[in-house]
């Protein structure tokens, strides 16, 4: 459908022909402008004849010429150009489902858009999706496609996502694949469920569609302690953990012997879970399911190891504090010993913030708040500056899940500076040497 125009770039392409704020785009090149995709695909041409309609419903059409790597200036209500396409699955491991009350309103929206997938990198089910959306991603080819799969078994699939349409659309899969499309897959595991016999089909159909498959990461599910009134679900332990990375490296052995990649990945928390050490850096075939927490240990610790060799710091006055979520507590601990074993004069407290709010289950430190950091460092000596990890604030980086901002946590922790680390080891060794 036609979307609004927001507003003109002054001196813009467009602006220049007529173009107002308030005109509605029609079409580029004959092609009708429905979302961000298709603005931004039919927007490569070098000459553009644009028809857009007056508020007072006359249509124009203006040509323009613009040069390799132009906008032509115009911007739209939304940055998708129409509104945020919501998740219609009722999945029994839905995390949002999981969530307390009291959040930020925008954490409870369910998001299952396949442009979103291209743009920033999320997952989708592919039951939003039909044949004509289908081939439009393929037209476009819009690559890679990131698909939360969670089970190749059709009927399990309508199972577990308590939607009919579950099923049928595996196929889309494949259709990518067969043209081009690369997938990126993500496999939720819950025990007993989706894992074991169920989880070896599910590896071998995607390693049957061959190279498109870039990667695929298995995650253990995440239980919060508001699961009421949910399906039952149970938590992996030492033993569970350890069958399904069996399972994922014999598979991978398989697909290799028979001319494939080695794609499938366990998360990190597996190898927690199982007690086992973590893979190192070549099994991870270059990071491509960071988000999804397959290889974060790994790459992180590599990259502040080799930081930590090239600093040519010596010698500091400084103590800081630093807070973490129990999954990377070890890890934290290792890596600042050995930056104070190297650079004397440094000081690091590194504190484990357990997850009161969410419960003791969660782990990771992306889920940790404000009103948890309060907890766990009453009474804690906290030197010159507080380290808070990179992902625990939401993307303006002002306030935790609890909306509590960053001030809010320094006043009620005595004025303490607070600095947000950045994402990858080399970051943290900044954040601990400071300015100095």
Aim: charge should be negative; proline fraction near 4%.
């Amino acid at each position: 459908m036609p979307v609004k125009i927001k507003s003109v770039e002054a001196g813009g392409l467009a602006g220049r022909k007529g173009i107002e704020a308030g005109d509605t785009l029609i079409s580029i090149n004959g092609n009708s402008i429905g979302d961000v995709l298709d603005y931004r695909f039919y927007l490569t041409d070098k000459k553009l004849r644009i028809v857009f309609r007056k508020p007072d419903g006359r249509e124009k059409s203006v040509r323009i010429r613009k040069g390799e790597s132009d906008d032509i200036g115009l911007e739209f209500e939304t940055y998708l150009m129409d509104k945020q396409h919501s998740c219609k699955n009722k999945c029994v491991f839905c995390f949002i489902d999981q969530l307390p009350k009291g959040l930020r309103e925008s954490l409870y929206f369910k998001d299952d858009d396949s442009r979103l997938s291209f743009l920033f990198g999320n997952y989708v089910t592919l039951t939003n999706l039909d044949d004509e959306e289908v081939a439009r991603i393929i037209k476009m080819h819009i690559s890679p496609v990131n698909i939360s799969v969670h089970t190749m078994n059709p009927e399990l699939r309508v199972k577990m996502m308590l939607n009919p349409r579950a099923g049928e659309c595996l196929r889309y899969i494949s259709e990518f694949t067969r043209n081009g499309i690369d997938v990126n897959a993500q496999l939720v595991l819950c025990p007993g469920i989706n894992d074991g016999a169920e989880l070896e089909f599910s590896l071998r159909e995607l390693f049957k569609l061959g190279k498109r498959i870039r990667s695929i990461a298995c995650v253990p599910v995440g239980i919060t302690k508001y699961r009421q009134n949910l399906p039952e679900l149970k938590r992996y332990d030492a033993g569970t953990a350890g069958e399904v990375i069996d399972i994922i490296d014999r598979l991978n052995a398989e697909n290799v012997a028979a001319g494939g990649e080695p794609v499938a990945c366990a998360a990190d928390e597996f190898y927690l879970y199982a007690g086992r050490p973590m893979p190192d850096y070549d099994y991870y075939n270059g990071f491509p399911q960071l988000e999804n927490g397959v290889g974060m240990w790994t790459l992180f610790k590599d990259e502040f190891t080799q930081a930590l060799k090239e600093c040519d710091v010596t010698e500091l006055h400084r103590s800081v504090s630093l807070v973490t979520g129990t999954a990377a507590y070890p890890l934290l601990c290792e890596l600042t010993r050995a930056a104070c074993e190297k650079i004397s004069g440094l000081d690091v407290g590194v504190y484990e913030v357990v997850n009161r709010l969410f419960g003791e289950t969660i782990t990771v430190s992306g889920l940790i708040t404000g009103g948890d950091i309060v907890y766990a460092l009453k009474g804690k000596k906290l030197g010159d500056e507080l380290i808070i990890p990179p992902n625990c604030l939401r993307s303006e980086g002002d306030m935790f899940l609890d909306n509590m901002t960053v001030d809010e946590l320094s006043e009620k922790l005595g004025g303490i500076r607070i600095k947000q680390n950045g994402p990858g080891g080399a970051d943290l060794l900044e954040a601990l040497i400071g300015d100095d």
